[in-house]
Nanobody, 128 residues
Framework: VQLVESGGGSVQPGASLRLSCTSP????????VGWFRQVPGKERERISC?????????NISDSMEGRFSVYRDNTKNTVSLHLDTLKPEDTAVYSC?????????????????????WGQGTQVTVSS
């Protein structure tokens, strides 16, 4: 296991969840880390990229704007995705991915296809 996500669950609309991505093998401080989500039968949707420098390019989708935020905590080797004001359409499997970036500029973000390491995902279900 190289990446582990946690924090998913079943919640009602309007609730919040805190997802975490960590690695038992890697020092994520050397990695660009992305968050993604996918609904069965649909394409994977990119949520964010957190650069090695800690800058986060978040809220790629207008539907997530203002509701999702990302935090890197190198002391805990964790990149967290905060989901607020959840909607039923946010129901998906949320996954993190990582790409070694110490040899890149600190603000480097890979394309989705360039991430070589993926977690198993954590299910988020939003339903009343």
């Amino acid at each position: 296991v190289q990446l582990v996500e946690s924090g998913g669950g079943s919640v009602q609309p309007g609730a919040s969840l805190r997802l975490s991505c960590t690695s038992p093998r890697f020092d994520l401080a050397d990695y660009a880390v992305g968050w993604f989500r996918q609904v069965p039968g649909k394409e994977r949707e990119r949520i964010s990229c957190t650069t090695r420098a800690g800058d986060s390019i978040t809220n790629i989708s207008d539907s997530m704007e203002g509701r999702f935020s990302v935090y890197r905590d190198n002391t805990k080797n964790t990149v967290s995705l905060h989901l607020d004001t959840l909607k039923p359409e946010d129901t998906a499997v949320y996954s993190c991915a990582a790409k070694f970036a110490r040899d890149r500029r600190p603000t480097y973000c890979p394309r989705t296809s360039e991430y070589p390491v993926w977690g198993q995902g954590t299910q988020v279900t939003v339903s009343s």
